[in-house]
């Protein structure tokens, strides 16, 4: 699967990168009845659900880390298209982290996590349990991240597409718009 930008947008919301990697023993919990089908949700329980999510996703990994995450796999592409040193892409990877960091997007503070919640019929369990094994697949992904492993991504270049487990498939077959276009 290839992240769309309104995925990466909900990633980015999640905050779900590279950093110290927590595991998060509470998992995402809305509290939203979980038999409730998405298309069921009132506005404020949308709201309710996308708040609970990205709640989940800062307790993931919180901002500071999503932006280190995304520094290091910057830099690592970036390294690959220069000389494919570890060195260089430590020096790309300490500028990124000395810039500026980005200023948040314009645009009112509504919660979007670009799901078609009036054609979604996944339970909210289902949903939660999708951005609960995408969330952990995508940090670890990410977490793996490391300019000491520049050799072995000449020949492999580190990528943020993750494949869908089994509970996004089973949420996507009901709402493809969970986590991004359901391919």
Do not use: H
């Amino acid at each position: 699967m290839t992240p769309a930008p309104r995925l990466l947008s909900a990633l980015l919301a999640l905050g779900l990168a590279l950093g110290a990697c927590k595991d998060d023993d509470t998992g995402l919990d809305s509290g939203i009845d979980g038999a409730k089908k998405g298309d069921q949700l009132t506005d404020d329980e949308r709201k309710q659900f996308c708040e609970a999510a990205d709640a989940y996703g800062e307790r993931l990994l919180p901002d500071s880390e999503s932006r280190a995450g995304m520094c290091t796999f910057r830099a690592i592409k970036d390294a690959l298209a220069a000389d494919g040193s570890p060195e260089t892409c430590d020096v790309l990877r300490k500028s990124c982290l000395a810039g500026d960091a980005p200023d948040p997007e314009p645009g009112d503070a509504t919660c979007d996590l670009g799901i078609d919640w009036g054609s979604c019929q996944a339970t909210i369990a289902e949903i939660e349990a999708c951005y609960e094994e995408f969330g952990e697949s995508y940090s670890a992904r990410v977490c793996s991240f490391t300019c000491a492993k520049m050799a072995e991504y000449a020949d492999n270049p580190p990528s943020l597409d993750i494949e869908a487990g089994p509970d996004c498939s089973i949420a996507r077959a009901e709402c493809p718009t969970v986590m991004g276009p359901g391919k």
